[in-house]
């Protein structure tokens, strides 16, 4: 049996189109858009399919993917103005100050003591803490890429 030219162009149509609506679940599944925007793209690829039109313009448009968090970190000015040294020292201080950790002398952490914060004590849970920090207004003095090499510091001292 032969597939003539047609039939494969058609076939070849199919199976790409039919790839569609579960990128569109993906794109739910991973929380870059909403049920109601996936819902309506779905249904603008039903109505494409059932008009055979090839245009892949959604018949409303869609509002923009929420950003990931490290493209707002690549888009965030630096507020630090001291040395790298001084800057480790002030997160060193917040973790303390917020009992994350407790004192392991000279200002900086003891990570093999975990303090009385609720996520306290595991390093997994200082970006977290961090960007609560920011987030909350208590950290306003850097950026959460700033901090970021003072975090891996002390994740590789557990190492």
Do not use: C
């Not at 047609?6 to 070849?12: A, G, P, V």
């Not at 950790?101 to 914060?117: A, Q, S």
């Not at 961090?130 to 950290?139: C, M, V």
């Amino acid at each position: 049996m032969k597939i003539t030219r047609s039939q494969l162009r058609k076939i070849i149509k199919e199976s790409l189109l039919l790839e569609e609506p579960s990128d569109y679940y993906r794109d739910y599944r991973a929380g870059t858009i909403t049920y109601a925007e996936y819902q309506q793209l779905v249904k603008d690829f039903e109505n494409r399919n059932n008009s055979r039109s090839y245009s892949n313009v959604p018949s409303t448009p869609v509002a923009p993917r929420k950003k990931s968090q490290a493209m707002i970190d690549l888009e965030t000015e630096p507020i630090w103005k001291g040395t790298p040294k001084e800057l480790e020292k002030r997160v060193h201080k917040y973790l303390i100050d917020i009992g994350f950790y407790r004192d392991g002398g000279m200002g900086f952490v003891n990570p093999f003591i975990k303090g009385d914060h609720p996520d306290g004590g595991y390093t997994s849970n200082i970006p977290k803490v961090l960007r609560d920090g920011i987030a909350s207004g208590d950290i306003d003095w850097a950026t959460y890429p700033e901090m970021e090499p003072t975090y891996r510091k002390i994740d590789r001292s557990i190492d």
